[in-house]
C-alpha cells in the first residue's frame, strides 16, 4: 500500500507524530508549507485564529506529491481555533481526492479535536477515512502519544473496513 502523509506543523507537535506515521507505514512525507505562515512567536495565537476564523487561504509552496499516485492518504493538523489549519484545507480543496483509505490526525495544546475531525470527514467525502486521533502536546506527552500513534498506523495497516475506526480515545 503506497502512503503519503501529509500535514502542517507551525510548533512541531503535527510535525513528530506525522515523521513517526511515516516510518512506521513505510510512506512519503509531504510538509505543507504555505508561503503566507504566521509567524512562529506569540503572535501565532493571533495570525493563527484570525486566519481560520475568517477563511483565509493559504499559498501552497509547489510541492510534486500527488494524491492520485498513492492508495492511502494520512493528513494531520494542528486545531486552531478549533478549526482545520488553512494549508490544511487548500491541500485538500486544491488537490481532491476519491476512493482512497484515509487517516486522519490533529494536534492540540488541550482544545477537542473532534468537531474539526467531523469536519475534515466531510471535507473527504468519497474516502473510506479508516481512522482518525487526537493528540494532545506530543512532544511533551511523547509516551501518550507514541501509543496513540502506534494504535491509529496498526489500524490504517490493517484496515479494509468501511466504516472510520476512532483510535483518539
Known sequence: MKTLVAYYSLSGNVKYAAERIASIMDADLLELKPENEPPKNFLKFLFGGKSVIF???????????????YDCIVIGTPLWANRVTPAVRE??????????????????????????????????????VAAVMSLKNPL????????????FTAVLKGSNAPFPVDASS
Open 91 to 128: 491541500f485538500i480543496m486544491e488537490h481532491p481526492f476519491e476512493h482512497k483509505k484515509v487517516g486522519l490526525f490533529a494536534s492540540s495544546a488541550g482544545g477537542d479535536a473532534e468537531e474539526m475531525l467531523s469536519h475534515l470527514r466531510k471535507l473527504l467525502a468519497g474516502n473510506n
Open 140 to 151: 511533551k506527552m511523547r509516551e501518550e502519544a507514541d501509543a496513540k500513534i502506534d494504535e
Open 55 to 69: 477563511g483565509e487561504k493559504a499559498y501552497l509552496n509547489h510541492f510534486d506529491e500527488d494524491p492520485a499516485d
